[in-house]
């Protein structure tokens, strides 16, 4: 059977790669003694396939993954017992199980919405101003890890200040396809902030 | 927040770690970790490992004490590394302190640092940990309210090198003896640190060095300014394995479940320290492995185990625990690995049991060239047996195959060079034979280090000149192979002979080295071989007269006062039965009476299979 968890990813494992979040649900779910389904092939490999990656040092409200189990179990059983052997820094919204044969989770999203917030509220003096400055914009050219540059500017389809809520004020929803993927961290570059200014939370992916 | 230099800590994992490499390495929070309320515990200890997370999180060692430790009531223990250069320099830049992974404490407010230092590259990282915790880094200028540091590990079987930075150190196994020291401190709580430190010194196994004594190399018989003698502690049975029941949240080396599964070599090759100082051999009972191994597996959900020891073949139900293993990997859905073979005890029984394990890498280690000089070191393999089981491991369908050698032995001469030359080859046409291109070897060239403790503990080190024409020959005679080969720099190889065959004036030379900007030494990041040299030199030492300098076998050794079981007269029997190329059996072949079981009280054989 193939379960969707959605989860919460929180600041205790803010820095744990995408890669290493793989790792971490196999041995959950082993440790909540599910047999978990592996592939066929000379390196078999438990089938356990990760939504939208997240950048390291976000935190999110809506994370999911897909997980292959040998046999058909409630879900809400599932949830109690795994809720029991995840690490700090996990908490599951809910478990749903789906279609065998659906899709694979990154190719159902398009867009991701995000908060931002900042550790020094100086940083929040004349926020509005650039960010329509930026808005203003034509292109914004930044610079990939390949060192190939792309336009930013399409990829922004929302970014505003917000009521504050737990200190995040900035309101932002960027493209998330294969190959259009905005950064919310690239946004707050281009609006001038360094790395170690803001903490970025992912909200919502669909 | 207990301490108001938390809140600057605090500020730094938010806001900067994001900015370094791997920022999960000082945070913590693993799946298991133990994490006590500070103010309920009264004695804090903090357990570090001079190396990064990624080295140190699978150290059965700081496994092992930490277990301990936090099943008391009245103790708790948190974990430190080394920081990477990146974190290192965030640290000094915005003025924050180490911090234990935990809760995030300065290390500096311990009760109590505990050192493991397994190797001798790291003591550089120690003397930088302890200025990153703003504690003096020599015993004799700390302060009432800085912690008490204690060291144990391999490398303090010769404490003296770091004798200066260390107020105790540990002879032998640390969890034997863990206990009695927070006991000590504990019921001294109101007593001075430098109370403390001396009543440490009356616990069996513990070293505290002081002035009155030394250890200078000299050329008198009778030194009679060596410390009074100290003998290792040791568990005289393993009932239950060390368990690392913490995942780690990021990658780290390792990522698997060790099991140890045997204490203690019975082989006796002369080159090997750990063979010495960890006798007597004790085994895990098969019944204890496998249950640790279930429940290892339930409590971490980690699939890979690894079956540790120094020989792990030679254990004497091996056949049965594969049997097992193999069983509980359908079951439970894991992989083991089992590092550490011997060719003599890895028959044909043992690689069916593994039949249908995934092939990985298969180490051989033959160690020398030639068959005399395999005689000579005592790790005698015909080199027949040699090639036939790679030809069977090849058959069977590993792929890649690691060899190890070592040259600079007393004695060494070019044709065991050539030895290796043809060993490799010979591999090299089978392998290929057998499973074409998918074959690849990698050959690993190490120099003899000559350790405190071993028979080759009176032989010198090989010169630079020497090692590099034997590399040349190497280079040469393997090039035609087009495999990959390891030639370690012969001043790291200097560095680690000198580190670990010190006397007390090495104590200078490492703080010299520290204060120049040496760190992390066993990384390519971090060894300079010019701080060193300048540091060798401003200190005045003669790398002649330490590394080179043919030895009188009476003269007494910087490390003579730590008493390991194994008699000096045995060590010199088997240096001089080298010379001859005499091999010694092994001890369970026939006992060659190397004095443990007098010295520790023991009967080898009922200590080997747990019945004591």
Known sequence: MRIRISYQKMLSLRFTSALDMQRIWERSIRRASYKITYSQGYHPQPKIQLGLPLPLGFISEDEKVDVWLENDIDKELIKTNLELNIPEGLEINQIEKIDPSSKPLVTLIKISEYAVRFWDDNNKVNLNHSISDLLQEKEIIRIKRNNKPYDLRPLILDLHQMEAKDDFNIFMALKSEQNQMGRADEVMFALGYELDAFLIKRLLSY | ?612
């Not at chain 2, 490992?49 to 150290?59: K, M």
């Not at chain 2, 640290?91 to 180490?98: Q, S």
């Not at chain 2, 040496?518 to 060894?527: C, I, M, S, T, Y």
């Open chain 2, 1 to 612: 927040m207990i301490f108001k230099t938390q809140q600057e800590i605090f500020d730094l994992i938010d806001r900067d770690l994001i900015t370094i490499q791997k920022p999960g390495r000082y945070i913590g929070g693993e799946f298991n970790q133990v994490k006590k309320d500070w103010s309920l515990t009264s004695f804090h200890v903090a357990l570090a490992f001079p190396d990064i997370y990624d080295i140190g999180f699978p150290n059965l060692g700081i496994a092992a004490l930490y277990n301990i430790i936090n099943s008391r009531s009245d103790a708790l223990a948190e974990r430190v590394f080394a920081p990477w250069f990146d974190m290192e320099s965030l640290l000094r830049k915005k003025k924050v302190p180490l911090f234990s992974l935990e809760s995030k404490i300065p290390i500096s407010h311990f009760d109590l640092i505990g050192f493991s230092i397994p190797y001798e590259t790291l003591y550089t990282n120690v003397l930088n940990m302890l200025d990153l915790s703003k504690i003096p880094l020599h015993s004799e200028t700390r302060q009432s309210d800085d912690p008490i540091i204690i060291a144990g590990g391999h490398s303090t079987f010769n404490p003296e090198p770091m004798h200066a930075f260390i107020d105790a150190f540990v002879i032998g196994e640390g969890e034997s003896v863990i206990n009695d020291i927070i006991d000590c401190l504990i019921s001294r709580k109101e007593l001075s640190r430098n109370e403390k430190v001396q009543a440490l010194g009356e616990i069996p196994g513990i070293y505290v060095p002081d002035s009155e004594h030394s250890t200078l190399y000299t050329d008198d018989p009778k030194n009679s300014l060596l410390p009074p003698m100290v003998t290792k502690r040791f568990h005289k049975k393993i009932d239950s394995p060390i368990k690392n029941l913490l995942v780690p949240n990021i990658s780290v080396v390792h990522d698997r479940i060790a099991i140890e599964i045997m204490r203690g070599c019975s082989r006796g090759c002369r080159f090997c320290q750990a063979g010495m100082i960890m006798r007597p051999v004790r085994e895990l009972s098969h019944d204890n492995i496998i249950n640790a191994i279930k429940e290892s597996v339930e409590k971490t959900g980690i699939s890979e185990i690894s079956l540790l020891s120094l020989s792990t073949s030679d254990h004497s139900q091996i056949s049965e625990i594969l049997h097992s293993v193999n069983q509980l990997s359908d079951d439970y859905q894991i992989d083991f690995s089992l590092p550490s073979l011997r060719i003599e005890t890895f028959d044909e029984n043992l690689m069916n049991s593994m039949q249908s394990k995934r092939k990985g890498n298969f180490t051989i280690a033959p160690e020398a060239g030639s068959e005399a000089r395999r005689s000579a070191i005592n790790k005698p393999i015909p080199f027949q047996d040699i090639l036939e089981t790679v030809e069977q491991i090849c058959l069977k369908g590993w792929n890649n195959i690691k060899l190890y050698f070592m040259i600079g032995f007393p004695g060494e001469t070019d044709a065991d060079i050539e030895g290796i030359i043809d060993l490799c080859r010979e591999i090299n046409t089978i392998g290929k034979k057998i499973l074409k291109g998918r074959f690849k070897l990698h050959v690993s060239i190490n120099t003899l280090i000559p350790k405190a403790h071993t028979p080759y503990q009176w032989a010198t080190l090989a010169r630079k000149e020497t090692v590099e024409a034997k590399y040349q020959i190497l280079k040469d005679g393997l090039k035609p192979l087009k495999i990959k080969v390891n030639y370690p720099d012969y001043n790291l190889i200097q560095l680690e002979a000198l580190l670990s065959r010190g006397d007390r004036k090495i104590s200078d030379v490492i703080f010299t080295a520290w204060k120049n900007g040496a760190k992390f030494d066993a990384w390519r990041e971090g060894f300079s071989a010019d701080i060193w040299q300048n540091s060798i030199r401003e200190n005045k030492i003669s790398l002649e007269s330490y590394l080179y300098e043919k030895r009188d076998i009476n003269q007494q050794l910087p490390w003579d006062f730590v008493n390991t079981g194994v008699d000096k007269s045995f060590l010199k029997k088997e240096f001089l039965k080298s010379r001859e190329g005499k091999t010694t059996p092994g001890c369970f072949q026939k006992c060659s009476a190397c004095g443990i079981m007098q010295n520790l009280q023991i009967d080898c054989s009922k200590a080997r299979i747990g019945d004591i």
